[in-house]
């Protein structure tokens, strides 16, 4: 078990993190959710000992790690930009972390060899052991990052924006990979990310972080459904914020029935397809708020310029901080 | 109709030069040509000419006489010294100059940069005022039996000073581009500070490395200025090459001056060749 007690951290006048706690279960695939200067990227840094906090505790399994050297922290770091030795060969890269061992550890020639091969087949680059990092695409590379973290048999795999650095479509075949990667080893795994769909997709719990705090911490159904703050639900998802009684209330352009009487009448701006409904862009007339919403598919559209009446199905109030 | 639209494709089989869309080839080409013939290979050429005129056994007697010989020794010898020295020592400059953060940095900087201005013989003599035997730092070491001026380890120490600028420069920016997360990556695989440096640093700036001793190593073959003061020039013991081809000239020997120059060109360029195909090899091996 992973545990992050009361963890603080200052650069300069900025305080990065303000009293984090948070325990991370052996085996569990957690995404530290948030926008840039929220702390996640710091908080990763710190569990892994390449930042050292101002107050606070780092706990693996019960033992206090907080004074230890990141080279005695036994945790795979997996960085945004890859990170790997250019001058190296791919199985020299990923045997690295073998080679370095002090000798009455270090394994034979031979053996790191065979690890060497069997982590490049692990993470489906069996035979490309003899190129160099500059002679792979992006995801390869991401890859050999992986099967170099892994190389170490890791306590604990850190993941800083593992796919930042990535196009769309080798983005998505990754992050299934990982996610399968992840079963199959099951490895206590903490990954970073401002892109919700992908801390939704792949995470068993998301910590979402805001302002070097954590406003929420809860598995993604509960995230997306139950958001505790105003900032989670806006940042996860997408959200209509409209002023309401004693706050702002929020609802989800799905969570949206169009009706023939009552609830508020919008001037519609813009309809285009997205996915299997239309979406709906416009205004509420009575406050002139931009509002978004979908509409089944199967009906016309409605045309610019012309007035729809809407209740949310859900909706959740939040009050004024 | 179609034998005017195309021309047959053998017609553009005589160009050697790929197809580019970056304009102007011709015009920079020929003005690189030109230029280097007017700067650099015809007065190189001349030498050579001059040189052919001599004859076989006059230019090897010249050439390769005990003088010469002593004076090449020196002055590759005390260049390639004062390479390794300034490969060491500018490397933890440009380490220093690129890692941390201090007030000062900047005239630190400039600092590394005067030896590229400052007339050469400036330093030659402040050199020699400062290592002589009753110089401010030559009165400590002579006690110890230490003998800087008119040595070998003068000239060496003067030509670390002329070659500094080349290893800082050129490693500087290549250590400023090696990112941090690479070292961070070695240590969380479990690297000592050491192993990292050996195995992730110094591998990545090796071939800049190289470039800084060569450059710094080439200009250490050809120094004149700052080294004539500090040398006291004694035939066969301190005596550079270069000096020996000024001495033959001002003896009217220009033959014989020729034929020296020919013979360091020759090494030089050796040297530099076999440095060039090794930086080569290394970044075959880099895949760029």
């Known amino acids: 078990m992973i545990k992050v007690q009361n963890i603080t951290k200052r650069f300069g006048d900025f305080a990065a993190l303000h009293g984090i706690d948070l325990e991370i279960e052996d085996g569990e695939f957690v995404a530290l959710l948030g926008p840039s200067g929220s702390g996640k990227t710091t908080l990763l840094r710190i569990i892994a000992g390449l930042e050292f906090q101002d107050g606070g505790e780092v706990y693996f399994g019960g033992e206090d790690v907080s004074r230890l050297k990141v080279a005695d922290r036994h945790v795979g770091f997996v960085f945004q930009q890859y990170a790997l030795f250019r001058h190296m060969t791919v199985a020299e890269n990923v045997a690295f972390g073998l080679s370095v061992k002090k000798r009455r550890d270090r394994p034979s020639k031979a053996e790191i060899r065979a690890r060497a091969d069997e982590l490049l087949r692990l993470v489906q680059l069996e035979g490309l052991g003899a190129r160099y990092p500059g002679q792979l695409s ?31 479509k080798v983005r998505k075949d990754l992050r299934r990979w990982l996610r399968d990667l992840h079963k199959q080893m099951g490895l206590t795994s903490i990954f970073v990310t401002h892109d919700q769909e992908e801390a939704l997709e792949l995470a068993d719990r998301v910590v979402v972080m805001d302002h070097g705090k954590i406003e929420q911490v809860g598995t993604p159904e509960e995230i997306y459904m139950n958001p505790r703050t105003a900032f989670v639900s806006h940042f996860v998802g997408e959200t209509n914020r409209v002023a309401g009684e004693g706050g702002e209330v929020h609802f989800r352009p799905h969570d949206v029935d169009v009706v023939e009487e009552g609830g508020e009448t919008v001037l519609v701006d813009n309809v285009f397809r997205k996915g299997g409904a239309w979406r709906v862009e416009g205004a509420l007339v009575e406050t002139g708020l931009l509002v978004e919403f979908d509409m089944d598919a199967a009906l016309a559209p409605p045309a610019t310029g012309t007035e729809v009446r809407i209740a949310p199905r859900r909706s959740r109030l939040f009050n004024p901080a | 109709m179609s034998s005017t639209t195309f021309p047959p494709p053998t017609a553009r089989a005589r160009t ?53 010989l002593a004076a090449y020794r020196l002055s590759f010898g005390t260049a390639a010294a004062a390479g390794l020295v300034n490969a060491v020592f500018g490397l933890l400059v440009a380490w220093v100059l690129v890692r941390y953060a201090f007030p000062g ?74 990112g941090k997360d690479v070292e961070e990556a070695a240590a969380t695989l479990g690297a000592s500070r050491s192993q990292t440096f050996a195995r992730v640093i110094f591998p990545a700036i090796g071939p800049a490395l190289l470039t800084g001793f060569a450059m710094a190593f080439a200009r250490g073959v050809g120094e004149y200025g700052s080294v004539i003061f500090i040398s006291g020039n004694m035939p066969g013991k301190t005596e550079i090459a270069p000096l020996l081809i000024v001495t033959q000239l ?33 970044r075959r091996r880099m895949g760029a």
């Not at chain 2, 014989?256 to 080569?280: C, D, E, H, P, R």
């Open chain 1, 138 to 168: 992006g995801g390869q590379r991401q890859r050999v990052a992986l099967a170099r973290a892994l190389a170490i048999e890791p306590k604990l795999l850190l993941l800083d924006e593992p796919f930042g650095a990535l196009d769309a």
């Open chain 2, 105 to 178: 940095k900047k005239v630190v900087s400039a600092l590394v940069d005067l030896p590229f201005a400052l007339p050469t013989a400036v330093a030659g003599i402040a050199l020699t005022a400062l290592y002589s035997p009753n110089g401010w730092i030559g009165q400590f070491l002579d006690p110890l039996g230490i003998k800087v001026a008119f040595t070998p380890l003068g000239i060496t120490i003067a030509l670390v000073f002329i070659g500094l600028p080349f290893v800082v420069r050129s490693v500087e920016p290549v250590l400023a581009d090696l």
């Open chain 2, 16 to 68: 050697w030069r790929k197809p580019s869309v970056l304009p102007g080839f011709a015009l920079t080409f020929g003005t690189t040509i030109g230029w280097l013939s007017l700067i650099v290979l015809i007065p190189i050429a001349t030498i050579f000419l001059k040189a052919a005129g001599m004859g076989w056994r006059h230019f090897l007697e010249v050439g390769f006489s005990d003088r010469a």
């Open chain 2, 250 to 282: 001002e003896q009217y020997a220009y033959e014989g001056a020729t034929a020296i120059a020919v013979v360091m060109m020759l090494v030089s360029f050796g040297i530099l060749l076999a440095i060039n195909a090794l930086q080569a090899a290394g």
